[in-house]
């Protein structure tokens, strides 16, 4: 087992949703943690995790996110949880990437 993982050396993976891409860090059977880049002008629709928790921290850009009913405007450091059975989206309205460490824990 490797204690150390060189981003770099990690390839960006595209996404199902066009303007996302990632690199896995951590996928394991109870969560996962990645790098996400979203292009300018991108949006990943709004959904439900039934049996997850995600939570993102903001490395760079400024995007937006829905939880729920809300709207939440983001930037550099923010961090954000979206809890399982609530509904959530992603935004990029910027002209520049974003890019996010998004992790998840399964719940039971």
Not at 51 to 67: A, C, M, N
């Amino acid at each position: 087992m490797s204690y150390k993982i060189s981003t770099p050396q990690a390839t960006w993976q595209v996404g199902k949703v066009k303007g996302f891409s990632a690199k896995e860090l951590i996928a394991l059977e109870n969560g996962a943690f990645k790098l996400v880049k979203v292009n300018p002008h991108s949006n990943y629709p709004p959904h439900v995790h039934p049996d997850r928790t995600e939570y993102i921290y903001v490395l760079k850009g400024f995007p937006s996110f829905l939880i729920g009913d809300e709207k939440y405007n983001a930037q550099p450091d923010d961090f954000f949880i979206f809890p399982h059975k609530i509904n959530h989206a992603i935004f990029n309205e910027s002209d520049e990437d974003c890019v996010l460490m998004v992790g998840a824990i399964k719940v039971s």
